[in-house]
Every structure is written in C-alpha cells, then in structure tokens.
C-alpha cells in the first residue's frame, strides 16, 4: 500500500478491524464493508455475496448483501441480474471469466471499461436491464476464492451513480488492496456464509449467547437478563445445539481460535434480514 495516500491506507485497515468485530457473522460484516467500501471509494451501490460449486460447475448462492438503495437509485436492475444469474449462472462473459481465475486460485479484479472497451457491452439488453436501469454506469468487481471450500468464492462489487467520473486509477488500487486484505480473512476471522450464524438464533438466546462468551457464570446471566436460571440453562443448550458443542469451555474455544471479535452487534432486538435470495 506503500503508493497509496496515508489516510486511504487508515481508512482500509480501520475499516478491516471494524469487519473483524462483526467477524463471527457473515452478513454483518460483509454488510459493513460495503458500507465502508462506498465511503472509501465513493460507491453509490455495492454487493456482496458467497457463491459455491465453481469447479463442479453448478452455482449455488450461499448469501449476499447488497446497498445504497436508499439514495434513490433502483433496485428492480439488481434483483434483474439476480434473477438472470438464478436462472444461469455463466450469462455473463466477465463472471465466467471471474470464476476461472478464483477456481484457479486468483484474485479476479476487473473493471467493465477493461472487459468492454469499445462499449459494446452498453448497447446490450443486460445492461439495460440492470446498470441502467438502477441508474449507475461504472463497476469495479472481484472474484476470489475463500477458505471454507476449495469451490467457494467470495464476490464484492461496486457501482457509481452514471451521473458521477468513472473510478480513477487510484480507486481501483485501493479496491484492489481491499481485496488483498480481506481475502485471507474469510474462513477465519471473517465467517463464510456456510458457517452457523449467531443472528439464526432468537434474540433472547442471543443475549444469553453473549453473556457466556463473556465469561459470566448462570446465576450471574440470570441477574442480568432477569431470566431464572432454569431458563438460562435451557438456552444454554439451545445455543450448544445450534453450534454443535458439548458445553461452555468448547463454544468459548471456537470464537478464541477463530479471532472472531466481542462486538456482538447480534447481542439484543431484531437484527435485520440481509441475505439476498435469488428472486423467481
């Protein structure tokens, strides 16, 4: 990162640490990064989602995130190309090429500008149904493969409003440096999507479940929760279950050998659903 300015290099590694406390839950912390990847790299939408079965040849959609619909752009073009991707996964030239290279274990960085130089790719029915119509122009995108399978890849893509420059060479360093950082993560302090998440759990268990990793005893989760401890300990086994532990000391061993963080953002209220099913 040593050409980029010092304050991209904060923001990135502020950023990493931000996703590494929201570590043990894919969707939380793949939501915060596109988050903190619009605002790093002035991105009006961005995705990110988990797909397996590369090298087999059959698609499966493990989960996604996606954003920036708030700033009125249309998100009917994006549940568009989710719907083309659901129905054939190889329909786009550039995503074929993406899944080659993270099956063959690189990092697919692209830009459509590079795909598509002579704009051809603007004048088909793809990109009006999609780009265009959710009112953005330039992408930056990257495949690459993740730690929990050999046939799992980890997609993060990013859109500018069509009224805005497209991204400088700089911007698409800095992605590219995101990229770098954050793939050795997945599968280890970054969950991947096939992993058991704490928000699957109810959001009283989930106040229980974080009371444990903090190392309080049952009487003391049920002063604090106002629960009884008959409770606290049928929610205990609950989230033993859930994670498929024995007990206490293994649960503790899986968040400590993973680097996963003590954030706990799922810990109380309902947590909001923000993985992307492929619309019929």
Same mark, same amino acid.
């Given at each position: 990162?040593?050409?980029?300015?010092?304050?991209?290099? !904060?923001?990135?590694? &502020?950023?990493? #640490?931000?996703?590494?406390?929201?570590?043990?839950?894919?969707?939380?912390?793949?939501?915060?990064?596109? !988050?903190?990847?619009?605002?790093?790299?002035? /991105?009006?939408?961005?995705?990110?989602?988990?797909?397996?079965?590369?090298?087999?040849?059959?698609?499966?959609?493990?989960?996604?995130?996606?954003?920036?619909?708030? @700033?009125?752009?249309?998100?009917?073009? +994006?549940?568009?190309?989710?719907?083309?991707?659901?129905?054939?996964?190889?329909?786009?030239?550039?995503?074929?090429?993406?899944?080659?290279?993270?099956?063959?274990?690189?990092?697919?960085?692209?830009?459509?500008?590079?795909?598509?130089?002579? #704009?051809? +790719?603007? $004048?088909?029915? *793809?990109?009006?149904? =999609? =780009?265009?119509?959710?009112?953005?122009? *330039?992408?930056?995108?990257?495949? %690459? @493969?993740?730690? =929990?399978?050999?046939? *799992?890849?980890? #997609?993060?893509?990013?859109?500018? *409003?069509?009224?805005?420059?497209?991204?400088?060479? &700089? &911007?698409?360093?800095? %992605?590219?440096?995101?990229?770098?950082?954050?793939?050795?993560?997945?599968?280890?302090?970054?969950?991947?999507?096939?992993?058991?998440?704490?928000?699957?759990?109810?959001?009283?268990? !989930?106040?229980?479940?974080?009371?444990?990793?903090? #190392?309080?005893?049952?009487?003391?989760?049920?002063?604090?929760?106002?629960?009884?401890?008959?409770?606290? $300990?049928?929610?205990?086994?609950?989230?033993?279950?859930?994670?498929?532990?024995?007990?206490?000391?293994?649960?503790?061993?899986?968040?400590?050998? !993973?680097?996963?963080?003590?954030?706990? /953002? +799922?810990?109380?209220?309902?947590?909001?659903?923000?993985?992307? &099913?492929?619309?019929?």
């Amino acid at each position: 990162m040593s050409s980029l300015p010092s304050k991209a290099v !904060r923001g990135v590694f &502020e950023l990493i #640490g931000e996703c590494r406390e929201l570590g043990d839950d894919a969707s939380l912390w793949a939501n915060h990064l596109c !988050r903190g990847m619009a605002q790093l790299l002035d /991105a009006d939408v961005t995705a990110a989602g988990q797909i397996g079965g590369i090298t087999r040849g059959s698609i499966e959609n493990l989960g996604a995130v996606d954003g920036g619909w708030e @700033r009125g752009f249309n998100r009917d073009g +994006w549940l568009n190309a989710l719907r083309t991707f659901g129905e054939n996964p190889f329909y786009h030239p550039c995503m074929v090429q993406g899944y080659q290279m993270a099956a063959a274990g690189a990092t697919c960085v692209r830009q459509l500008a590079i795909y598509d130089p002579d #704009g051809d +790719w603007r $004048r088909t029915e *793809d990109y009006e149904r =999609t =780009t265009q119509l959710m009112g953005c122009e *330039d992408e930056l995108f990257s495949f %690459f @493969r993740i730690a =929990t399978g050999i046939d *799992d890849i980890q #997609g993060l893509l990013l859109y500018r *409003d069509a009224r805005k420059p497209a991204f400088s060479e &700089e &911007e698409r360093a800095l %992605f590219r440096e995101i990229v770098d950082v954050v793939q050795p993560l997945i599968g280890g302090p970054l969950a991947g999507y096939r992993e058991i998440r704490p928000t699957q759990l109810p959001p009283r268990v !989930r106040q229980v479940l974080a009371c444990l990793l903090e #190392g309080d005893g049952d009487k003391q989760i049920a002063s604090r929760l106002k629960l009884s401890v008959y409770t606290v $300990r049928q929610y205990a086994k609950q989230i033993y279950r859930h994670f498929h532990v024995d007990g206490r000391n293994e649960l503790m061993a899986r968040w400590i050998k !993973r680097a996963w963080g003590a954030k706990f /953002a +799922w810990r109380s209220g309902e947590v909001p659903e923000v993985v992307v &099913e492929v619309p019929a």
